[in-house]
């Protein structure tokens, strides 16, 4: 059963599909659980989004852009709601780690994180992030990796 305090995760979800454009085989949403906390990531290419989507975010549409997507939820059911956290984390290929810059976009009730992935060529990346949504204990680790290339 979605309910209210629900909505703004499932917004966030749709924002960079329904609004969009894009297939869910485009856009894949992962999540990564530990104790009461849900952490949602996904990296799509930052043409899916609509010109003015992107605009009124700041997000630079571009070839060799992605967007990678961060929330936090705190709890399960009817009692998950959106969570701020201190966001960081580093990309890397097999030559190369470079630090990912997150920027924080709120919403009514919802949190995410957003930052601006260059891939120039095909490659595969390994992601490593750091997510604290409380302050005083040690920060949630989410890997992972993803093929990546510039679009055609």
Known sequence: ??????????????????????????QQQFESKSGAYTVYHSLFPSSFLQPNIASSYN???????????VSVTHGSGAESRTQSARVSGTHSDLIHTMPIEFREIREKDAVYYVAEIRASSEAVFYFDL??????????????FNKRVSPEQ
Not at 2 to 24: D, E, K, Q, V
Not at 131 to 143: E, L
Request: hydrophobic share 50%; net charge positive.
């Open 59 to 69: 997000i630079t549409r571009a070839k060799d852009r992605l967007v990678l997507n």
């Open 130 to 143: 750091k997510v604290q949504p409380d302050p005083d204990k040690p920060p949630i680790s989410v890997k």
């Open 1 to 26: 059963m979605i309910t209210i305090r629900m909505l703004p995760i499932l917004l966030m979800m749709l924002l960079s599909s329904l609004l969009a454009g894009t297939s869910a085989r485009a």
